[in-house]
């Protein structure tokens, strides 16, 4: 697919402007999910609740991503999942409002989730498709992501108060039709080949897994659902945690992870510049070590001092990943490629997390207390094995510059 002209190029601002709005009604539900589900008397379906968007994944993002690369323009697949990603929120806040019962508050956030796994695949592929060079300019418009991400838990914890309420999804709803009406502000992009012939394979995106073939691909593929089983317990957990220390504004203190996710973001150009891919890789997944490995020692100040890590642990596996994804392979895959990556994470790697999360805080928790040093030495043993996992398995180009 040719570049588009000029002229059909949106501004980098206008890029910014759409990360930054579309991540900030993410924040403010995801972050403080789970301690507004137990506020609500439902702490016991929260890795049910997280499981549903691990569900969506196996089913939503090829299927959306196939569309947007064959049949119909991402933008417009954009507009019509942030309405009904808003809709669907607000139903389900309405669920727990009303206090139906498990089954149906599960239904509710089971479609909400169906809608709104596929945005940030779908989002990323039309930011990518404006750039001329993404290995320098992803990073900083990615940046205005996080931002959003950081002001949506502020806003959350200092100005909504509602870290344990549902103010803050029912806002997070009307900031989805925010995100929709900006998406008349995008160029109306092409699909990389429009196909008028598809087979079923073709129509669920399935083709998909083809890239699996090449070794490279296939371990960064398979690492980054196997890194999402721990980095599954991040947010829920690290939000129990603060709460069993008597935190005040949980949200906003693990926005912290945010703070370095910027820096590392407006760096990673250069460094992806003059260090090995394969390092870049390697360091994310080694730092997301240290970083629950410092949570396992318990005291607020080592936990807020491993949330300053995490962004590093994120950025430089999956920041770099979708570079990556966007580097090598035809852009014809470009929403395909990137929707396989939200299967794998958000599919796979977190339906394994969440489910196994949630085992593992019940095991490690005894009376209503957990054992939080033996939770996150667990965490820890599991990120370990996936970085000596990708040390072993990937090869990356002969060239160290572009390996």
Known sequence: MPDPAPDAKASRRTLAVMFFATAMPMGMWAVPLANVFAAYGRAHLVPWVLATSAISAFISPLFVGAL??????????????SGATSATLLLTCGSLAWGWSDSAVLACVQVQALVATPVWSVTSSIVFSQLQDAKRQFGPLRAWATGGWMVGCWIVSFVLHSDATLVGGVTAS?????????TWRLPDIRPGEILKHRTWRQI?????????????????????????IPLAAFYPYTARHLHDLQVQNISAVI???????????????GLLARVRL?????????????????NALNTLPWIVAATLLH???????????????????DPRWRARAQALLSLLMGGVGSMIGYLGGGWWHAACTTGGVTDWPRFWWGETALTTAVCVFF???YRGRAHPAAS
Not at 174 to 182: A, E, I, P, R, Y
């Open 68 to 81: 947007a690369d064959q049949r119909y323009s991402p933008v417009l697949l954009l507009r019509w999942l």
């Open 174 to 182: 009307g900031l989805w039709l925010v995100v929709m009406t900006l």
């Open 204 to 228: 669920l995106g399935l083709d998909a897994l083809d890239l699996l073939k090449n070794r490279d691909h296939r371990v960064v593929f398979i690492t980054a659902a196997l890194y999402c």
């Open 255 to 269: 926005s912290l992870g945010q703070t370095t996710e910027v820096l590392v973001m407006l760096l990673l150009a």
């Open 278 to 294: 394969k390092w870049v890789f390697l360091s994310g997944i080694a730092i997301c070590v240290v970083r629950y490995a410092m």
């Open 311 to 329: 962004g590093f642990a994120y950025t430089l596996y999956f920041i770099t990943t979708q570079i990556y994804l966007e580097e090598r392979i």
């Open 391 to 393: 040390a072993v398995a």
